[in-house]
């Protein structure tokens, strides 16, 4: 009896003994990314493809060659990615055909815009647009109808305020939520949709990637077409205009500018978790090119995976 005492006693220190020694964790997938066996042509993909997707265009041989030692320079790091995706978006040193990096890039994103809400239509069909615009308001002007008059007015001025665009870009003058609604409020946008029916259903799945419910619907249609006071989103409102400012400020206004750019730059879905983590700081700082940023540095976008 002793002896087996003599083995349990043994057996429980042993194991007292191994549980006070502390477990040393690993955590996979913690060291720095290495780099190095990242190919040249690679390299020069990702470059170009930056060049495409921000300026609309490919790098000479010469700013091929200078992006590519840079980001070889600095190990293709992080950092040095978004110094060149920031050097792309808003350099304003001269560039032979496009005055500068941050021009090209602001007429970049006015086409993407454009591409998303107008069925990507040129500048030729919205100023064929304003002087359909123009010549309403002059026949009204001749029949004296003043109320007329000014819908008219409203109506060219939103369109030209749509090619002013690129400018405020640039500048980062406005907002992204300003340029959605200019681009939700114009004769153009009324013409692809035909009519309110379609006009709330198109601006939900333009702005939201999906359709309203019959709630929404309803009370978008009555503030739409009846001017009829609704509330949506927890915000209320009775015009046309006062719709469009609701949908364009909401939080899914957010979720579905991150989901539109995923699938502009990734080709791509994005996934519960990346919608999630990306709105905590997207609803804060409210900058587009940020979260442009977020995706064009990523290891997926250039191919380093």
Known sequence: MKKHFHYFLI???????????????????????DYSGISTIKIENYVNRLFIDLIGREPTQVEMNQQVSFLKGNEL??????????????????????????????????????????EGASNQTINEFIGI???????????????????????????????????????????????????LMN??????????FNYVRSCFNDMF????????????FDMVENNVSG?????????KSDFTSIIVQSNECYEGTIRWMYRTLLAREAT???VQTTMVNFLNNKDIRWLQTQILITDEYASFL
Not at 12 to 29: G, Q, R, V, W
Not at 152 to 170: A, C, D, H, N, W
Not at 209 to 220: A, I, M, S
């Open 133 to 183: 615009a123009e010549q309403d308001y002059l026949a009204d002007s001749l029949n004296g109808d003043l109320a007329a008059m000014e819908i008219s007015k409203e109506r060219f001025t939103q369109l030209k305020k749509i090619l002013l665009m690129p400018q405020q870009i640039e500048t980062n003058q406005m907002q992204f939520t300003y340029f959605y609604q200019l681009l």
């Open 11 to 33: 057996f429980f220190i042993l194991i007292a003994t191994y549980s006070c020694n502390k477990e040393t964790k690993f955590i996979p997938d913690n060291e720095a990314p």
């Open 209 to 220: 990637d999906r359709f309203p419910t019959n709630t929404e619907f309803l009370v978008g």
């Open 77 to 118: 790091k992080k950092e040095a990615r978004i110094q060149l995706v920031d050097r792309l978006m808003n350099s304003n040193d001269f560039v032979v055909n496009d005055s500068s990096y941050d021009i090209a890039s602001s007429k970049r994103l006015y086409e993407l815009y454009k591409a998303r809400f107008l």
């Open 231 to 239: 509330t949506l989103f927890n915000q209320i409102g009775s015009t």
């Open 272 to 274: 519960t978790v990346e």
């Open 187 to 196: 004769d153009l946008y009324d013409f692809i949709n035909m009519n309110s």
